[in-house]
């Protein structure tokens, strides 16, 4: 992949054995793909971009207010995600402990103190997710740090804005996003990966591909779904 400017737009060019060329607008912040059949040279990817200039900035903006309306309430009815799977929240008040219930597999049950408001609805789900996490790291590190050779002195879930998962070489540390709980448990483990193979070579390097591809060949397929869903595409012919 390698990036080209058009406009002031940066543009992710991705070559590849198809037919047509294909862009995406993609969540959170719209960043914009295109991917290209090994035949077109950056000069005609530049072009199409201009041509569908007005289409991309349509996205982004769609997107910019989508994300604004996407602000969790933490009532019944919403959305949820859990491991890669959505679930109806389903908010029921009691005079006990707060917690939440996996049901079945489509519906989530929040249970929270009568007169709870958003924030304390949001803590609690939160709460949720941290914990369903603390039980499946471990396992998934001790694997890889036996697969891959490295030892890690500590681990932390924090909420992050823009990174899956961060590296510390020197405190050997990892810290992992509480946003891969509402991922599937494959995409958990691939940033866990990742993060590892850090101490192995600090940069996204030809190397550090290389012992990617050699411990997790499908890592690429991962990626994609951790960052999928797109927010709209197009395709057209060349
Ligand atoms: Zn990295």
């Not at 995600?81 to 917690?99: D, F, M, T």
């Not at 929040?110 to 803590?123: I, K, M, N, P």
């Not at 939160?126 to 500590?154: D, F, S």
């Not at 591909?209 to 997790?216: C, N, P, R, S, T």
Request: charge should be positive; charged fraction near 25%; include cysteine.
């Amino acid at each position: 992949m390698h990036q080209i400017t058009v406009n002031g737009l940066v543009v992710d060019v991705v070559r590849k054995k198809i037919k047509n060329l294909h862009l995406a607008v993609y969540p959170p912040n719209g960043r914009v793909r295109v991917a290209a059949p090994l035949h077109i040279d950056d000069e005609a990817v530049r072009l199409a971009v201009i041509s569908r200039l007005a289409w991309i900035k349509r996205q982004q903006a769609r997107f910019e207010s989508q994300d604004r309306q996407s602000e969790r309430e933490y009532i019944s009815g919403e959305s949820h995600y859990y491991q890669g799977n959505r679930y109806l929240l389903n908010v029921i008040y009691h005079e006990a402990s707060p917690k939440v219930i996996l049901r079945s597999n489509t519906h989530l049950d929040l249970f929270v103190r009568t007169g709870s408001d958003t924030y304390q609805r949001e803590r609690m789900m939160l709460t949720w997710y941290r914990q369903q996490l603390k039980e499946a790291i471990p396992a998934l590190i001790a694997k890889w740090e036996a697969n891959i050779g490295v030892e890690i002195l500590e681990w932390r879930i924090k909420q992050m804005k823009t990174k899956w998962g961060t590296c510390n070489i020197e405190q050997r540390r990892i810290w992992l996003n509480l946003e891969l709980a509402k991922k599937s448990e494959r995409c958990l483990e691939y940033i866990i990966v990742h993060e590892l193979m850090h101490l192995l070579e600090r940069r996204h390097n030809d190397r550090f591909i290389g012992f990617m591809d050699q411990y997790l060949p499908q890592w690429r397929i991962l990626r994609a779904e951790l960052n999928q869903a797109p927010l709209a595409h197009e395709d057209w012919g060349y």
